[in-house]
Every structure is written in C-alpha cells, then in structure tokens.
C-alpha cells in the first residue's frame, strides 16, 4: 500500500518559517517525480513547486519564488518544503504528491499518488 504521509504545518506569525516533510511509504519513490500544492478554503488545489526524481531540476510558482524551496532525500524516500517569509496568503492546507515519472507535472490531474495534507496558517 502507498502512502504519503505530511508533517510539519502549524500556525505561523508573517515573516516566519515552517519546514513541511513528506515522508513516502510501501514503495520506492527515489524515481518519482514529487510536488508539492495547496488549497485554500472556497479555493482549487493550486500548484507550489515540483522536482525531478533526481532533484536535478525545480520549478515554482511565481508567488513562492524566492521564499520556498523543494528538496528531497531518496535515501529516506522524504520530499521537504522549506518556507521563509511567510505571508498570510500562504495559508493553506498543503499536500504532497508524486507521479511514476522523471519529469513533473503542473495540475493535479499529472499526480497519482497524494497525502492527505497539513494545514498551513499564517497569521498577520
């Protein structure tokens, strides 16, 4: 059985940092391509970063660039989210996500595999 397991969400005051893990289970994950999304309330699921299976190349939405960063450790089947400068706007619920590919993907629809979420609160 998959599973992706979140960690790491909690409230946060405007400026701050939270570091978001993403712990993957019951499969090898080391050649998926991994990503991250959020959705907020009355809002759709909205892409926020996404690497290659190797890590080797990243890419970000425009309104996180320069403030988060997506890494992963195969060796522990774990994707992380670093976020600095945390603005109110970010609040969300986050989700990890992963794909059977070398490349990733944009929408949602490009993933098989979610976790279930974190929430994300950041308070102005």
């Known amino acids: 059985q998959v599973q992706l397991v979140e960690s790491g969400g909690g409230l946060v005051q405007a400026g701050g940092s939270l570091r978001l893990s993403c712990a993957a289970s019951?499969?090898?994950?080391?050649?998926?391509?991994r990503a991250w999304f959020r959705q907020a309330p009355g809002k759709e699921r909205e892409f926020v970063a996404a690497l290659t299976w190797s890590g080797d190349s990243t890419y970000y939405t425009d309104s996180v660039k320069g403030r988060f960063t997506i890494s992963r450790d195969n060796a522990k089947n774990t994707v992380y989210l670093q976020m600095n400068s945390l603005k109110p706007e970010d609040t969300a619920v986050y989700y990890c996500a992963g794909r059977p590919e070398r490349r990733y993907g944009y929408s949602p629809f490009d993933y098989d595999y979610w976790g279930q979420g974190t929430q994300v609160i950041v308070s102005s």
């Open positions: 019951g499969r090898t994950f080391s050649t998926y391509a």
